[in-house]
């Protein structure tokens, strides 16, 4: 996976958007589950990993996770969330001092930007795409 290549981790937003597309791809999350995920949504024990993503219609679903992925989220925990199991938003921006949710306009921009560096490497990378609907 090409894209997977293009987030420069020795940045923190590296990391950060390499993590969100790891875990997206292993939970098969949608965009908006997955910004909505909770740090005490992921459970890490040694027999039993997942995350807890709730969907439309607040459908609650259990997706087990692989160790790889958890190996990345402990680093990520480590730096962006000192460590510790909260309530807090996984995925995070600093607005005006204070940590916002991050969004999916947010999202969209990174792996646009991804996506043009990896089909620069490689033709076959198809064009990312985000349906992103707004409603009023």
Same mark, same amino acid.
């Given at each position: 996976?090409?894209?997977? %290549?293009?987030?420069? /981790?020795?940045?923190?937003?590296?990391?950060?958007?390499?993590? %969100?597309? &790891?875990?997206?791809?292993? /939970?098969?999350? #949608?965009?908006?589950?997955?910004?909505?995920?909770?740090?005490?949504? &992921? #459970?890490?024990? /040694?027999?039993?990993?997942?995350?807890?993503?709730?969907?439309?219609?607040?459908?609650? @679903?259990?997706?087990?996770?692989?160790?790889?992925?958890?190996?990345?989220?402990?680093?990520?925990?480590?730096? %962006?969330?000192?460590?510790?199991?909260?309530?807090?938003?996984?995925?995070?921006?600093?607005?005006?001092?204070? #940590?916002?949710?991050?969004?999916?306009?947010?999202?969209?921009?990174?792996?646009?930007?991804?996506?043009?560096?990896? @089909?620069?490497?490689?033709?076959?990378?198809?064009?990312? @795409? %985000?349906?992103?609907?707004?409603? /009023?």
């Amino acid at each position: 996976m090409v894209i997977s %290549f293009q987030p420069d /981790t020795g940045t923190r937003k590296g990391i950060r958007d390499l993590f %969100f597309m &790891i875990l997206m791809y292993d /939970t098969s999350g #949608r965009n908006q589950e997955v910004l909505n995920l909770k740090v005490s949504d &992921i #459970r890490v024990s /040694t027999k039993d990993s997942h995350a807890v993503l709730t969907g439309k219609g607040n459908k609650i @679903r259990i997706i087990p996770i692989m160790q790889r992925t958890i190996d990345h989220y402990n680093n990520y925990i480590r730096l %962006f969330h000192d460590g510790k199991v909260s309530d807090e938003f996984l995925f995070y921006v600093i607005q005006k001092g204070k #940590r916002q949710a991050m969004s999916a306009d947010n999202v969209e921009k990174f792996m646009k930007r991804y996506g043009s560096t990896a @089909r620069d490497q490689c033709n076959k990378v198809p064009y990312v @795409r %985000f349906r992103i609907r707004r409603f /009023t």
